[in-house]
């Protein structure tokens, strides 16, 4: 389950909640080399991410990736700066490159905004620090959080105060500006305006809930006695009915016939018990 937010104060700042239990994959992921829009990306996959936004940074010009990169064990680019690692399919850690070389994948936060739970001191990428579209990623314990920025913007101090607000013990930013681009099970959130071919992104793995598939039966009884449904069961053998069954269900015991994936199936074996002198119905 996600939560897909407003930001009360700032209209056009996007909040995504989600807690980790209810992720199955966070991805860093490189789009088709040099560079494929969000939307591309999202449309090739065979598995579709929840949440796909932008990365990390890259050179507009020849797409080449910016800072530290990882993607599945291989790093694409090496910086030493601190970024956000995912370990496993979805651990998060707020560490460096060389200080992680287990992870899977790696972004640089250009610069980081939280850390330890604190508003961070930016040292770094402070040419940025102005009105800007942002895409930024943020965690605790138990959640995770995405912020996409829309036109006009915001400067660090802001986006700062909204990871504040929200609880996250860590926070970076990521790409933004024409890059920042955001779409929640393919439908976009952000400007139609921006839709920038980019180097790398950011994706978002919900869990599925397991489907149980429909079944068609034909119910020709129900008894309170066991006995009835089992002499019912054993005339619909001698009638050449394939498989009859007793299904306990409260106080009945419930003689049925088939199991059918496909409704026709189970309304032509009713049509066969009714001329075969059985009353029935679909189940």
């Known amino acids: 389950m996600i939560d897909v937010l407003t930001h009360q104060k700032y209209p056009y700042v996007h909040i995504i909640k989600t807690v980790f239990s209810d992720i199955d994959k966070i991805d860093f992921a490189l789009c088709n080399q040099p560079t494929e829009t969000v939307d591309s990306f999202y449309k090739r996959q065979s598995v579709k991410p929840t949440i796909i936004t932008n ?3 890259f050179s507009t010009s020849n797409g080449n990736t910016c800072f530290g990169f990882k993607d599945e064990l291989v790093t694409t680019s090496y910086n030493t700066y601190p970024g956000v690692a995912v370990c496993g ?6 560490t460096t490159l060389d200080n992680c070389p287990e992870c899977r994948d790696f972004v640089s936060a250009y610069p980081p905004l939280i850390v330890d739970g604190a508003i961070a001191k930016i040292t770094y990428a402070t040419e ?5 579209r942002r895409t930024c990623i943020g965690w605790n314990a138990t959640t995770y959080f995405v912020v996409s920025v829309d036109s006009p913007g915001l400067a ?3 986006l700062q105060n909204i990871f504040l607000e929200l609880g996250a013990q860590y ?5 933004g500006g024409g890059s920042t681009r955001l779409l929640i099970e393919g439908e976009r959130k952000t400007s139609q305006v921006y839709s920038r071919p980019i180097d790398n992104v950011m994706c978002v793995y919900m869990k599925q809930e397991p489907t149980t598939p429909t079944l068609y039966r034909v119910q020709v009884g129900a008894f309170l006695c066991k006995q009835n449904a089992e002499n019912l069961k ?4 001698a009638s050449g009915f394939q498989n009859p069954f007793i299904a306990k269900s409260g106080l009945f015991y419930k003689v049925q016939v088939g199991a059918f994936s496909v409704k026709l199936n189970a309304e032509r074996l009713l049509d066969r018990l009714k001329a075969a002198g059985y009353n029935g119905f679909i189940v």
Not at 89 to 94: G, H, P, T
Not at 171 to 175: R, S, Y
């Open 156 to 158: 660090y101090a802001d």
């Open 55 to 57: 990365g990390g940074f």
């Open 171 to 175: 926070a970076v930013n990521l790409d």
């Open 128 to 132: 940025l620090n102005y009105k800007a």
């Open 234 to 237: 054993q005339k619909l053998i």
């Open 89 to 94: 399919d979805k651990e998060l850690k707020f």
